[in-house]
């Protein structure tokens, strides 16, 4: 049963606009959630995180909005740039343990 | 200065074979992780180590076993490597400076193919 879930393969947004990508996640006991990001033949890179108290978090460009009543998470680029343009995971990190849970990860494409 | 290198970084290989995939860091941090990722998966949590002869299982730790002797190798392998062990491994350790809630730097990967 997949604990964290991307439901969007793929999104397309135009140079400059916002780029919106959700996650779900089923498991209360979640203490942070996280955003990565991967470009093709290289290793996912950190992004930005969230603790579960908060419901904002902020670094630049990204913004990462937490709902806990909804179990829902987002990750908003703006203005999104083609350089953008990667395979975004999210994460979440269990309470009291050191295993990592991911999401099936959205390709964003961001065309001029 | 990588912080992490993998290797072989790509391999084929014939099923029933056995693979060793090595992961070493240099940064001397107790925790280091494997992770495969699938298209339709993303990124599953495989074993990990929280100190030299310290290691844990993950969700998908069938058919693998990893050793670590040494606090900055990490060995995954794989004694009979299966076709559904197509994949591409990826190795981590908690992010230099951060790393207390999941913030990982990963390595560049090992694409292994089995035949």
């Known amino acids: 049963d997949q604990q964290v879930k991307q439901n969007s393969p793929s999104l397309s947004v135009q140079e400059g606009r916002i780029s919106i990508l959700n996650c779900d996640y089923t498991?209360?006991?979640?203490?942070?959630f996280l955003w990565y990001k991967k470009y093709p033949a290289e290793g996912p890179t950190f992004l930005i995180s969230?603790?579960?108290?908060?419901d904002k978090n902020e670094d630049g460009r990204f913004t990462v909005f937490l709902n806990k009543s909804a179990k829902h998470l987002s990750l908003h680029i703006v203005p999104s740039q083609p350089g953008d343009s990667a395979v975004y995971f999210c994460?979440?990190?269990?309470?009291?343990?050191?295993?990592?849970?991911f999401g099936t990860g959205t390709r964003l494409q961001v065309f001029p | 200065d990588a912080g992490i290198t993998q290797s072989p970084r790509h391999k084929v290989t014939e099923t029933g074979t056995p693979v060793t995939l090595r992961c070493h860091q240099t940064?001397?941090?107790?925790?280091m992780y494997w992770y495969r990722q699938d298209p339709g998966h993303g990124l599953r949590l495989i074993h990990y180590?929280?100190?030299?002869?310290?290691?844990d299982k993950g969700e998908v730790s069938d058919g693998y076993s990893v050793s670590r002797s040494k606090t900055e190798d990490f060995l995954l392998t794989l004694e009979s490597a299966t076709s559904s062990q197509t994949s591409v491994y990826f190795c981590?350790?908690?992010?230099?400076?951060?790393?207390?809630?999941?913030?990982?730097?990963f390595g560049e990967g090992s694409r292994l193919t089995v035949l």
């Open positions: 969230i603790s579960s108290i908060k």
């Open positions: 940064e001397n941090h107790r925790y």
């Open positions: 994460a979440a990190n269990p309470r009291n343990t050191d295993k990592l849970i």
């Open positions: 180590s929280y100190g030299v002869k310290d290691t």
């Open positions: 981590a350790i908690p992010l230099p400076g951060q790393g207390k809630n999941g913030e990982l730097f």
């Open positions: 498991n209360s006991m979640f203490d942070y």
